[in-house]
């Protein structure tokens, strides 16, 4: 069983994820080439993936979107990396956490792939606009790795917030 102070670690470790994705993703390139240079980060820029790994990752983003959609949780699960299946041990917790936290992509109705890009480990973060039957349109932050195998798997999923701290 999980302590109350597991939770709080989880919390944080979710917020500063989102935090260097969305400090990733908005400073602008001060790099000549397909490199950008983010304090102790190297950063690939979009263009520097291969177009086949671009295809593959929101191919795998598109399926587990489905999934989620369809409430095929064992789908949904498989399509994630071993971060989120120690995190979340059964499918059911899976969908759990992706209805009750994660309802913006959970509810969704549409969505619209954003920027993508590469960090120096290989690890890709894609954002995407996603409409949702609850409010305005929300922004999602997917988080790939590659698998022991060399596929894709989605490791983290967040959801931005607005500035009074609501999801959006």
């Known amino acids: 069983m999980k302590s109350d102070s597991d939770g709080h670690y989880g919390l944080a470790l ?3 994820g989102m935090a260097l994705a969305a400090f990733i993703l908005t400073r602008p390139s001060q790099a000549a ?11 690939v820029k979009h263009n520097a993936l291969e177009v086949s790994d671009k295809e593959r990752i929101q191919s795998l983003i598109i399926r587990q979107l489905a999934a ?17 299946h120690q995190k979340y041990e ?5 969908m759990s956490m992706m209805r ?3 309802r913006p992509i959970y509810n969704h109705v549409s969505y619209k792939f954003l ?7 290989g690890t890709v973060i894609q954002r995407l606009e996603i409409r949702h039957t609850h409010g305005a349109p929300a922004t999602a932050i997917f988080r790939l790795q590659r ?8 490791d983290s999923l967040s959801i931005l917030e607005d500035d009074e701290g609501q999801e959006t």
């Open 147 to 154: 698998t022991p195998d060399g596929e894709w798997g989605i």
């Open 33 to 43: 080439d397909n490199q950008a240079d983010y304090g102790p980060f190297l950063v």
């Open 14 to 16: 979710s917020l500063l």
């Open 90 to 94: 059964t499918a059911n917790q899976f």
């Open 100 to 102: 009750f936290s994660r």
């Open 115 to 121: 920027d993508q890009a590469q960090v120096q480990d």
């Open 68 to 84: 989620i959609k369809e409430r095929q949780s064992d789908e949904a699960y498989a399509l994630t990396t071993g971060a989120l």
